[in-house]
């Protein structure tokens, strides 16, 4: 442990075999799904396939989608979750002096996800500064670690984080695939420091991103590179495509050295830990964990009942496995995914 005095202040950094540890917690969490729940026999009846093919094919029973003729959408289910966040945190609304918006597809092209909560949650005339990390599915685990920073730094002390993802609406009727995965949820969590006397640390960070795969997951409208005034913009480039199989294998080749680097470079022990969180691709892509020496026991999954909700995905079983009483302040945890890009991401914290 290493003391440094700045500005009058004793400023606690912690190290592991070199590694700093940011003193950050995640003070309190909410989550909210789309009010219509639909089973997988009700979309393999309009999909006009096999029944129990999806439950087969990628472990989901039912998923919830957002009433969006009745105005529920992505906005509205992350301010709901945010509300409950602040709840659970035991905080003033007024003591948040950021929010981060981490989701896994926009709002709108501008301006960013954040600054529409921040209205929507009654803060629009507060000044709190917003912005938006995107990484797609792994937007929650990136926004932690940039808040941690900023805790740290002690450019902020209360930072909203949140993920809400309604991709139903934008699903291609033509990719049974994309179809079946996806539901519509959100998620939200606070982040201070934690007091001395606490054990709720964020350990370490990893990231890594091949260009070579950004073609394999994407919606190619939105930008300047297919804009709207374009004759040969497609209203298909606006709809999400994936090569879900090729992804896969990609990502599967990637993680043997990603994993051995991760614990040699963070100097945590693989058994000492007690969830993974993986983001919720398949039941399939879920149990592939075990080839890498995690224990069934020590994956966390609830994609049965919720689907891939994209960026919303991780913190949505976070806040469920917190609800259960799954884990508890002290345990150690893994935030894992994977993204468009193609990017893999791993975060270590001690709850």
């Given at each position: 442990m290493?003391?440094?005095k700045e500005?009058?202040?004793?400023?606690?950094i912690?190290?592991?075999?070199g590694?700093?540890?940011?003193k950050?917690?995640i003070?309190g969490m909410g989550?909210?799904?789309g009010?219509?729940?639909?089973k997988?026999e009700e979309?393999?009846?309009?999909?006009?396939v096999t029944s129990?093919?999806?439950?087969k094919?990628?472990?989901i029973?039912s998923?919830?989608?957002v009433d969006?003729?009745n105005?529920?959408n992505a906005?509205t289910l992350?301010v709901?979750?945010a509300?409950?966040?602040?709840q659970?945190?035991?905080?003033?609304?007024e003591q948040i002096?950021?929010?981060i918006g981490?989701n896994?597809s926009?709002l709108?092209?501008?301006?960013?996800?954040?600054?529409l909560?921040q209205?929507?949650?009654?803060?629009?005339?507060?000044?709190?500064?917003c912005?938006d990390?995107d990484?797609?599915?792994?937007s929650f685990?990136?926004?932690l670690?940039?808040?941690?920073n900023?805790?740290h730094?002690?450019?902020?002390?209360?930072?909203?984080?949140?993920?809400?993802?309604?991709?139903?609406?934008?699903?291609?009727?033509?990719?049974?695939?994309?179809?079946?995965?996806f539901g519509d949820?959100?998620?939200a969590a606070i982040?201070?420091k934690?007091?001395?006397d606490?054990?709720?640390?964020?350990?370490y960070?990893?990231m890594?991103?091949y260009g070579?795969?950004a073609?394999?997951?994407?919606?190619k409208?939105?930008?300047?590179?297919?804009?709207p005034?374009?004759?040969?913009?497609?209203?298909?480039?606006?709809?999400f495509?994936?090569?879900?199989?090729?992804?896969?294998?990609?990502a599967?080749?990637l993680?043997p050295?990603?994993?051995q680097?991760f614990?040699?470079e963070s100097g945590i022990c693989?058994s000492?830990?007690?969830?993974?969180f993986?983001?919720?691709t398949s039941?399939?892509?879920?149990?592939?964990?075990?080839?890498?020496?995690?224990?069934?026991e020590?994956?966390?999954s609830?994609?049965?009942?919720?689907?891939?909700?994209i960026?919303a995905?991780?913190?949505?079983?976070?806040?469920d496995?917190?609800?259960?009483n799954?884990?508890?302040?002290g345990?150690?945890?893994?935030l894992f995914g994977?993204?468009?890009?193609?990017?893999?991401?791993?975060?270590a914290l001690t709850y």
């Open positions: 290493l003391a440094v500005q009058g202040i004793i400023n606690i912690e190290y592991r075999e590694i700093k540890m940011f950050v917690k003070a989550k909210a799904v009010s219509l729940k639909v997988s979309l393999e009846e309009k999909m006009n129990g093919w999806i439950v094919a990628t472990g029973e998923r919830h989608y969006f003729e105005g529920e906005l992350g709901k979750a509300k409950q966040a602040i659970n945190s035991g905080i003033d609304p002096d950021c929010i981490a896994g926009p709108q092209a501008i301006p960013c996800g954040a600054s909560f209205r929507e949650l009654g803060l629009g005339d507060s000044g709190i500064p912005f990390v990484t797609t599915c792994y685990g990136l926004a670690f940039v808040a941690a900023l805790i730094n002690q450019v902020y002390n209360c930072i909203l984080i949140i993920s809400s993802d309604a991709p139903s609406p934008t699903l291609p009727k033509t990719s049974n695939e994309v179809r079946a995965l949820g959100a998620a982040v201070t934690s007091a001395k606490e054990k709720s640390v964020l350990h960070f990893k890594q991103t070579s795969g073609n394999l997951t994407c919606v409208g939105g930008g300047t590179l297919r804009h005034n374009d004759p040969n913009t497609r209203m298909e480039d606006n709809l495509q994936m090569d879900g199989r090729k992804v896969f294998r990609y599967v080749r993680l050295d990603f994993f680097d614990f040699s693989q000492d830990v007690k969830y993974l993986p983001h919720q039941k399939h892509g879920i149990d592939i964990f075990r080839k890498f020496g995690f224990h069934s020590q994956i966390a609830h994609i049965s009942t919720h689907g891939n909700c960026a995905s991780l913190p949505m079983l976070l806040f496995y917190i609800e259960d799954k884990i508890n302040r345990d150690l945890v893994l994977t993204s468009a890009g193609l990017s893999i991401g791993c975060v």
